[in-house]
């Protein structure tokens, strides 16, 4: 089974200030999709970034991008120039193949908390 | 474009009643899941479908059943319900394999 492992329960940065959110993983498969999630107080689960296996290029959407290592099966998220509306749950999650029906699994969360 | 709905946002169960999560999304999505987060934890796969008529069994499947006789519907029933199905229920779907779109969640209580 693919395990996804999320080191961090909290973390906290000052506005305008750049995180690092850690994520490792566990798969035999070659090719996969990885993804951010974020959720809000609200609970609603929101895609952040996702990265194709065979990308060599870390996927970025404005302030947020990744550091893929796929050798080390390491997926972290940066998060540039945080804002107050940053703060959530973070969830790193891996997407099985089709015999699965293209389910995730999910780590943890990293709960991010920023701070004025 | 309402995306994926989920009925009821809220409910408080006894132990041993049933019922019946409702799930709609208007996207045309074929894959449809429904995966549930305990305190603390991340979300986990209760079951999921690839189409209407074919489900199956993801990680957590014991005290639930699915169906799926439309592509847009997808409701969970709880036979039976347990303290240990205290949680919060998501409905999410997708075109294939492309990336999911959840719904707002459902929070049961099983007192």
């Known amino acids: 089974a693919q395990t996804v492992t999320q080191s961090q329960p909290e973390m906290s940065v000052q506005e305008a200030e750049t995180v690092t959110l850690s994520c490792t993983y566990d798969?035999?498969?070659?090719?996969?999709?990885l993804f951010w999630y974020k959720q809000p107080p609200s609970r609603q689960m929101i895609l952040v970034i996702r990265?194709?296996?065979?990308?060599?290029q870390n996927a970025t959407e404005n302030r947020f991008s990744v550091n893929f290592q796929k050798a080390a099966k390491s997926f972290s998220l940066k998060i540039s120039d945080s804002q107050l509306g940053d703060a959530a749950m973070y969830f790193c999650?891996?997407?099985?193949?089709?015999?699965?029906?293209?389910?995730?699994?999910f780590g943890k969360g990293t709960s991010l908390l920023v701070t004025p | 474009n309402a995306g994926v709905t989920q009925t009821p946002k809220f409910r408080i169960l006894k132990i041993g009643q049933s019922m019946t999560l409702q799930c709609t999304q208007d996207?045309?999505?074929?894959?449809m899941y429904w995966y549930r987060q305990d305190p603390g934890m991340g979300l986990k796969l209760i079951y999921y479908?690839?189409?209407?008529?074919?489900?199956d069994k993801g990680e957590v499947p014991n005290g639930y059943n699915v169906s799926r006789s439309t592509t847009e519907d997808f409701p969970l029933r709880l036979e039976l319900a347990a303290p240990s199905q205290t949680s919060v229920y998501f409905c999410?779907?997708?075109?294939?394999?492309?990336?999911?779109?959840f719904g707002p969640g459902t929070r049961l209580t099983v007192t």
């Open positions: 999650a891996y997407r099985r193949n089709s015999n699965s029906g293209y389910a995730l699994n």
């Open positions: 996207m045309n999505h074929n894959y």
């Open positions: 798969t035999s498969e070659s090719d996969y999709y």
């Open positions: 479908s690839v189409g209407a008529g074919i489900t």
């Open positions: 999410a779907s997708s075109y294939i394999s492309y990336e999911q779109y």
């Open positions: 990265q194709e296996a065979y990308k060599q």
